[in-house]
């Protein structure tokens, strides 16, 4: 089974940064996409970033810029640093491990991690 515990969020005002971190346990595959995805109140969740174990990245338009998704292999762990926040980034942040195997994808999810961004 996989385990994965997200850490870093809280309040911030506009303009500030905050960094994120997401470290997996359990089995691990070296064929994963590790990323981002948030849910703000009444909003469906959506996918901000994600980095594949290679080291390619895919950025949501609104954070392009800002936002940095980097991943220590060896550590099984994923960062998002988040600079020149705004009011509308407010979420919750889950982290995601996408693992494909021989039976297919399995999807694993952190529990979430409050970001506030106040104007």
């Known amino acids: 089974q996989v385990q994965l515990v997200e850490s870093g969020g809280g309040l911030v005002q506009t303009g500030g940064s905050l960094r994120l971190s997401c470290a997996a346990s359990?089995?691990?595959?070296?064929?994963?996409?590790m990323g981002w995805y948030r849910q703000a109140p009444g909003k469906q969740r959506e996918l901000v970033t994600t980095?594949?174990?290679?080291?390619?990245?895919d950025y949501l338009d609104s954070v392009r810029g800002r936002f940095t998704i980097s991943r220590d292999n060896a550590k099984n762990t994923v960062y998002l640093q988040m600079n020149s926040l705004k009011p509308e980034d407010t979420a919750v942040y889950y982290c995601?491990?996408?693992?494909?195997?021989?039976?297919?994808?399995?999807?694993?999810w952190g529990q979430g991690t409050q970001v506030t961004v106040s104007s």
């Open positions: 995601n491990l996408k693992q494909y195997g021989i039976i297919g994808t399995t999807n694993y």
């Open positions: 980095m594949t174990a290679g080291g390619s990245t």
């Open positions: 359990g089995s691990i595959s070296s064929f994963n996409i």
